[in-house]
Structure formats: C-alpha cells, structure tokens
Nanobody, 126 residues
Framework: QVRLVESGGGSVQAGGSVRLSCAAS????????MGWFRQAPGKEREFVAA????????LYADSVKGRFTISRDNNVNTEYLQMNSLKPEDTAVYFCAGDYYRGTRLKTLPRDYRNWGQGTQVTVSS
C-alpha cells in the first residue's frame, strides 16, 4: 500500500493552466503505473490520463488529449498533470491513482487501481 497526496488544485479562468502534483510515500514508486482520474458533482469518476512505470508510455482520455500532459519523476516519487487550455467542463475533483504494475498495458478503469489520493479540487470559470 502506498500513500498518495495530491496538490496544486485551485480556481482558474477558462483558457488558463494548472499543474497538479501527486507525491507517493514509497521507495518502490518505479514499480507503479500511475494515473489521474476526475469526478464532477453527480457524475462517475472518469479516467483522465495514465503513465507507465518508466514514463515511456502515456494514455489520455479523448476529452483532454492535446491539452493535458502527464509526467513523472521517479527520483522524487512524484507524478504530475499539466493542464492547459482549461474549460469549464474540466471542473472536478482530481484524484491520482497508483497500480503496482510494470507492464505496458495502461489501465483506464478506477477498479484497476488500488491506491488513491484524497483528491484536489480544480474549478474553471467561464
């Protein structure tokens, strides 16, 4: 089990940018596939992006492709989500998630991730 702590959320106007961070409390961070999910009020948690254990493979939801960038730094046990050209529909609580997996098949379902952060709110105003 690994503890994940997100930071960097806040309020921004449409077209702006926000960078989220997720710090992991484990020395085996490079054994984890990492992901970002989000959940808007009244909606189910949805996949945003995922990154393989070494950063070599990334996957994005169609709704964020070209605007968001997922990355990681295994030296500091942290993953990031750079969000540009934000839209009001990006408003949600954003969660980082980890899966103890070193394969190449990135997963997009919440049930495939066993470790979760507490979430950070991102609000985009029009």
């Amino acid at each position: 089990q690994v503890r994940l702590v997100e930071s960097g959320g806040g309020s921004v106007q449409a077209g702006g940018s926000v960078r989220l961070s997720c710090a992991a409390s484990t020395v085996t961070f490079d054994f984890y596939t990492m992901g970002w999910f989000r959940q808007a009020p009244g909606k189910e948690r949805e996949f945003v992006a995922a990154i393989s254990w070494n950063g070599g493979i990334t996957l994005y939801a169609d709704s964020v492709k070209g605007r968001f960038t997922i990355s990681r730094d295994n030296n500091v046990n942290t993953e990031y989500l750079q969000m540009n050209s934000l839209k009001p529909e990006d408003t949600a609580v954003y969660f980082c998630a980890g899966d103890y997996y070193r394969g190449t098949r990135l997963k997009t379902l919440p049930r495939d991730y066993r470790n979760w952060g507490q979430g950070t709110q991102v609000t985009v105003s029009s």
